[in-house]
Every structure is written in C-alpha cells, then in structure tokens.
C-alpha cells in the first residue's frame, strides 16, 4: 500500500541489512519485511532494469529465498506496481499539502514543484516514470494510467487555479502541465545522486525558468 | 547507418507492404531491406517494448524467416541502436540547420524546438528516448550516452548564443536545456498519433510558455 510504502522512507538504517536478519515485534514484521522487498526491488529495478531483474535476484540481494518473496508479494509485476504506487504516495503527499496551503496558486505549484522534484529523484522515481513503459498487462497498465491521469488533472488544476487568481498569466494549462512535468520527469534520467545540485536547487532554477522566461532584451 | 535511415522517410509507400515482395535495382535492393527491418523494428518497439519484441516477431512482421534478417543486422542490440541513429539523424539535422540560421540565437533555438519536437513523435523517437533504459551492453550505452550528450552540448551552446548576443536573458543554461530537452522528450510519453495538436502546435506552445513565463500580473 501507498501510505505503508511512504512511511519507510526515514527508516535509512533498515536498508542495508536485511531484515529478515533483525529481531522485531511479531505485527510489525510482515509489514516491514514487505516493504523491504519493495525498496530492494525499487534500487534493483532503477539499477538494473526491470526486465533484467529477476525474482531470484531479488532474493538474493535480500538473503532470502524464492519461495520466501512469495510470503509478501505475488509476482513481479506486483512489485513494480507497489513501488509505482510508492512513488506515487510522495508526488500525492506533496499536492495535497499545495493544495491546502494558502497564497496565489502559483507559489502552491511552485511547492509543488520542489515536492515532485525530490520525488522522482528519490528510490521509487524510476518505477514511477518507467512502470507503464514495461508492457505490462493491459488491466495493470490502464491502473497506472490512470492513477497518473490524476496527478495530471490536479496539476492542471493548480494552473488553472493561478489563471484564475492572476498569479500565472493566461496560458494553455494542459501544456504548461506537460511541459512542467516533462523538465521536472526528465531529471530522472540525467540526476545521479553525485550532481553537484540537490533537487530543491534543481526545482528552483525550473521555477525561475517556467516563471519568468527565458525572454531576453534583445 | 543514421543518413540512410533518416532517408528512408519520405518513403512512405514501402512501409505498409514489405520490400522483400517487391522487385527493385539490385544495387538498391540490401540498403532499402535493411532500412526496411529499422523502421519495422522501430514500429515493433514502441508498441510492444524493446524485451517484449522478439528477432521472430520482427522476421514475421516482415514476412521473411529469422536468418534472413541476419544479412541485414547481426542482433537485437544492434537494431536498437541504428533505430537510436536514425532518430538522432533527425535531431542532428534539425540542429545543423539551427546553427548555420542567422537572427538572434534565441530564434534559431526555437527552429531547433519545432524539428526535436517533430522527432520525437516520429518513427523513432521511442527508440531514441528508451535506447538507454534497456540495458544494454556497457559499449553499446557509453556510445548512447556520448552521442546524447553531444545533442544537449550543442543545445545548451544555442542557449550560451541566445545570452550572449541578448536575446535569451541571463539564465542557468545547462538547467535550461534540460528543463527544455525535458519538456520536449515528455511529448514521446504523451503524444499520440489521434493527438488534437500536431507537433509544431505543441512547439509552439512550448516555445510561448520558455519564452515569456507563466508569471501573472498578480
């Protein structure tokens, strides 16, 4: 689940062993385990490809066997839905925060921005740009798209909300959304976690960029 | 190679039926095949995935047998990349002519917007937008990641053009073309042939949103 997956993220110090090595509350323990594969099947995914990944690769980078991944997930393409939706939980988490807060819209979408931005640069980030692209099953697929479409939609609705309070110029909000989601989706493939910038700093120089144009004197 | 690929373009009439039925020059005859299987290979790609298209659907498709493709291209890995070549050809071409324009850079960068975006929705743009992500051998992806970073060398240069002769203000241009490059690739993820605008509507929108900003008056 979304809200299970997101709530890892501080728990850094899970990550590098394996917790089927740890001693822990007996309720917590599934809960934790199948995150864990969640995670570890998100890196291995980003790292190697989903294609390339395979149930016993996954296994192994968790000290665990086959049979054992079974206990928490049903096969592959679950797992990448998992992390898809974890992903997902964050870019979530940060439009309902803009969406609550006050202000012109367009300092709404500009949060927005920086949430997104750390977002697809963090571990779920390539499950959730590549997901749909790994032909997968036509039921999962139309899920994802869908669950998209909506991000989408409330996006262009913090657009369209600027329009109305004059806080973003008259402009074609369906394409502003793409546009935006399209610089803010590309740092995905070009950000490693050595890029000299950090991605609120990448997120800021987008905003300066979409907010004020590249327009010079000339 | 990319300038025979990329010629093969106008060449509509051949796609539908397959060239191996058809009666040619001999001194033609092994160019237009091969051109024959990347464009097929293109098409098969961006439907069904790199993983999920296999040499004997591509053979089928063209209604020859397997070996028969070997004469023209000695594996998989090696059609993805001349279909990432032909897609670049289009975008290399697109730059040439952006560069060799005269006026101020900030509208010779514009030009470049409208053929990158006219490429990326074509044939090849999956090819060449999802090449990377298959991980493939570490030779074939150094030479991808090269010939990529040249495009955006070359596209961040036009940007440096535009500030330095005053028609683009001073901005981060490195940030800038990606931000741009993103916005453009999206159009691979989005776009779709029964798409309500056509690529240089989208330019063009894209160009107006970079150029002035979304900034409102509030």
Not at 10 to 16: I, Q
Not at 119 to 135: P, S, Y
Request: glycine share 8%.
């Amino acid at each position: 689940m979304p809200a299970a997956a997101a709530k890892t993220r501080p728990r850094k110090h899970l990550r590098p062993a394996s917790p089927w090595e740890a001693r822990r509350r007996p309720r917590h323990e599934h809960a934790l385990k199948r995150e864990a594969v969640i995670h570890a099947a998100a890196r291995a995914f980003r790292e190697r490809g989903y294609h390339n990944t395979s149930l016993d690769d996954l296994a192994a980078s968790l000290r665990v066997t086959k049979p054992t991944l079974y206990l928490y997930v049903p096969n592959k393409e679950a797992i990448l839905f998992e992390c898809f939706r974890a992903g997902l939980a964050q870019i979530q988490a940060s439009l309902d925060a803009a969406e609550r807060g006050g202000g012109p819209a367009a300092d709404r979408l500009f949060a927005f921005i920086r949430g997104y931005a750390a977002a697809i640069v963090g571990t779920f980030g390539w499950c959730m740009l590549r997901a749909e692209d790994q032909h997968l099953g036509a039921a999962m697929s139309r899920k994802i798209k869908l669950l998209k479409a909506g991000i989408d939609k409330r996006m262009r609705a913090l657009i369209e909300a600027g329009i109305a309070d004059g806080s973003i110029r008259r402009c074609d909000a369906r394409m502003t959304a793409f546009a935006l989601a399209g610089a803010l989706n590309w740092m995905g493939h070009w950000y490693r976690e050595d890029a000299t910038l950090k991605p609120h700093e990448i997120a800021d120089r987008f905003i300066d960029i979409f907010n004020h144009g590249l327009r010079g004197r000339g």
